[in-house]
Every structure is written in C-alpha cells, then in structure tokens.
Nanobody, 124 residues
Framework: VQLQASGGGLVRTGGSLRLSCAAS????????MGWFRQAPGKEREFVAA????????YYADSVQGRFTISREHAKNTVYLQMNSLKPEDTAVYYC??????????????????WGQGTQVTVSS
C-alpha cells in the first residue's frame, strides 16, 4: 500500500496550489481521508478531512475558507486546493486514511498508511 502526495512547491503569499494524494495497492474509497502538515520542529497538525462519501468536510480553523478538500473515488485520489496561501502554511503536507475511531478525526493517531509528503513553501 502506498500513498503518494504531490503538487507541492514554492509560491508567493496569496498564491495557490493543488495537492493530490493518490493511493496504489489498495482502494481507500471506504475510508475517510485526512490531510495533515508538519513544519520543522513542530508536531504534525490537522488540516482537513473528508468523509467516505465526500459529502462531509472538516477544516482546521487556520485554513477554513482558504482550503478545500475533495476526493475522486474513480481515481482513488484525494485533493487539497489551497488558496490565499500564507507563509505560516509552509510545511510538509501528508495524506492518510482514517483507520481508527478511538478519538477525534483531528488527531494524527487516528490515521495510518502515511506516505511520503509533499513540501509546500510560501514566501513572503
């Protein structure tokens, strides 16, 4: 099972990026999915999550109104559209399916099968 995040890069403040998370080896259509990010020296933090059907989405307060999570079951892919980017959005971004239901969807411990992340750098 592999999850590959892509689409990161270097952008200026106010710019946009669209991240993709593609799964291979296993379908994650039956799982809620989440995006997290980790900046140097900081813990991995919740960014956004989407339900199995795609009908429900959830966001961290810091990205609400700027980021949009979506999924395309036919391609086994989850997306994160990021607009109005800020320097504080700089981090490595990861996606993962929610495997455990012992706590909050905002907790990284609820997720597994983390793949390689993608670096997002926002310059001021």
């Amino acid at each position: 099972v592999q999850l590959q995040a892509s689409g990161g890069g270097l952008v200026r403040t106010g710019g946009s990026l669209r991240l993709s998370c593609a799964a291979s080896g296993r379908t994650f259509s039956n799982y809620a999915m989440g995006w997290f990010r980790q900046a140097p020296g900081k813990e991995r933090e919740f960014v956004a999550a989407i339900s199995m059907s795609g009908g429900s989405t959830y966001y961290a307060d810091s990205v609400q109104g700027r980021f949009t999570i979506s999924r395309e079951h036919a391609k086994n892919t989850v997306y994160l559209q990021m607009n109005s980017l800020k320097p504080e959005d700089t981090a490595v971004y990861y996606c993962a399916p929610r495997i455990y239901y012992s706590g909050s969807y905002r907790q990284a411990a609820e997720y597994d099968y983390w793949g390689q992340g993608t670096q997002v750098t926002v310059s001021s």
